[in-house]
């Protein structure tokens, strides 16, 4: 991707970024910074020069009301998706669009039904309590990874549904979905993965993105990092981070003083920050 391409694409996030601090700001909820974002504003005051995303963090109570203000507050060309505003919507995080542009990832362009929305994104992951025993870390494993089975049984199910060829590593899990598909529609299950995810109510010794990894180590922090914020420089703006972000950094990277480019980005196979996803022209991919 050319530097030109990139710095548009960076433009359009910022934008999110700015729609996403504003409604925090209204409902007074807790955000910040995450992964390589967190990452980007410590050591480069923005994105990491081969980055292309944002990633967020809002705690899972603050979450929950982002789900439920946000679609309320995004106007076009602004979307906020989740698996309560589209059914193809992910569980484990939400994203703010701009539908005025087109910019979706390999994942999404295989597995989505065509009225998903396909703008340009930022990503927005709940942060939750994890729970302090390993058994119950182990029941909370066997929960998520159930119904994270039966959400990705219906995936296959419904390309099966529109005549397209159905994710091969997907198919194995439709008899999961069929085992609970007359008691409970997606958005329950969607629901109950999260729950899942929330199962500790209480402050715990730990918080971590457990909708996404489950209990990988790297994702999961003391809870005191997440107590305070700094606001830090990010591409000519302010971005939130935890205070004590470099403990935050050592335990999700080690040596992340260094930069190192790996390549790790969304893996976007279309890019236009013209043309909404609408208009965008698919026969070329």
């Given amino acids: 991707m050319s530097d030109n391409k990139l710095k548009r694409i960076w433009d359009v996030e910022i934008d999110l970024l700015e729609k996403c601090k504003a409604i925090c700001k209204k409902y007074n909820l807790n ?49 906020f998706q989740s698996f309560l505003t589209e059914t ?10 701009r539908s005025d542009t087109t910019g979706f990832t390999k994942w999404e362009y295989e597995n989505v039904g065509p009225d998903y929305d ?33 959400i990705r049984g219906h995936d296959a199910l419904s390309q099966m549904q529109r005549g397209e ?20 529609t997606i958005i329950d299950i969607k629901w109950a993965y999260l729950n899942a995810c929330a199962m500790v109510q209480s402050r715990t010794k730990e918080v971590g993105a457990t909708s ?39 335990k999700q990277y080690g040596d992340w003083r260094t930069p190192v480019e790996n390549g790790a980005r969304h893996e976007m196979v279309a890019v236009d920050t013209t043309k909404p996803w609408r208009e965008f022209d698919y026969s070329v991919l």
């Fill in 212 to 250: 996404s990894r489950v209990h990988l180590p790297s994702l999961m922090w003391k809870s005191e990092l997440y107590d305070s914020y700094v606001e830090l420089p990010f591409e000519g703006t302010t971005i939130r981070c935890p205070a004590q972000y470099e403990k935050v950094l050592d």
């Fill in 31 to 79: 955000y910040c910074a995450s992964s390589g974002t967190l990452l980007g504003a410590v050591r480069h005051k923005g994105f990491i020069p081969w980055d292309d995303d944002i990633d967020l963090f809002l705690p899972w109570e603050d979450y929950k009301k982002f789900m439920e203000v946000a679609p309320d507050e995004c106007e076009y060309p602004y979307f």
């Fill in 88 to 97: 193809d919507g992910e569980a484990s995080a939400s994203r703010l669009r």
């Fill in 165 to 184: 060829v159905p994710n091969k590593d997907y198919v194995q899990y439709i008899p999961y979905y069929k085992s609970v598909r007359q008691g409970m």
């Fill in 118 to 150: 396909r703008g340009i994104f930022i990503d927005i992951f709940p942060l939750f309590n994890v729970p302090d025993s390993e058994e119950e870390r182990r029941i909370q494993k066997e929960s998520i990874m159930f119904f994270w089975k039966c």
